[in-house]
């Protein structure tokens, strides 16, 4: 059993930058972020696989998040810049025993997830 614990969400104003990080109790293989705003679908934000360190965005994300490991430290985590109110959101850490690759494959082969951490981006 992994368990992961998310620090580093708050309020922020639009335009500022956050960074969240995520320390798992275990090994594993893949770990990414995900977030859920009210009233809306889960949404992939970025995936890390932790060997090689290759890297997956969702389309909302791109360009503005960064994804980041510390093999070291067992951390991951996601530089935030640019962040706009639709960003609000739960963001939650995700973790997979597999090497996963693509962004599909992320979606579907989580296998822990943390409680998550609110990300609150005021106008």
């Known amino acids: 059993q992994v368990q992961l614990v998310e620090s580093g969400g708050g309020l922020v104003q639009a335009g500022g930058s956050l960074r969240l990080s995520c320390a798992a109790s275990?090994?594993?293989?893949?770990m990414g972020w995900f977030r859920q705003a009210p009233g809306k679908e889960r949404e992939f934000v970025a995936g890390?696989?932790?060997?090689?360190?290759?890297?997956y965005y969702g389309d909302s994300t791109k360009g503005r998040f960064t994804i980041s490991r510390d093999n070291a430290k067992n951390t991951m985590y996601l530089q935030m810049a640019s962040l706009k109110p639709e960003d609000t959101a739960v963001y939650y850490c995700?973790?997979?025993?597999?090497?996963?690759?693509?962004?599909?494959?992320?979606?579907?082969?989580?296998?822990?997830w943390g409680k998550g951490t609110l990300v609150t981006v005021s106008s």
């Open positions: 890390i696989t932790w060997s090689s360190g290759s890297t």
């Open positions: 275990g090994r594993t293989f893949s």
């Open positions: 995700a973790a997979s025993l597999r090497i996963l690759r693509g962004v599909s494959a992320y979606v579907n082969g989580m296998d822990y």
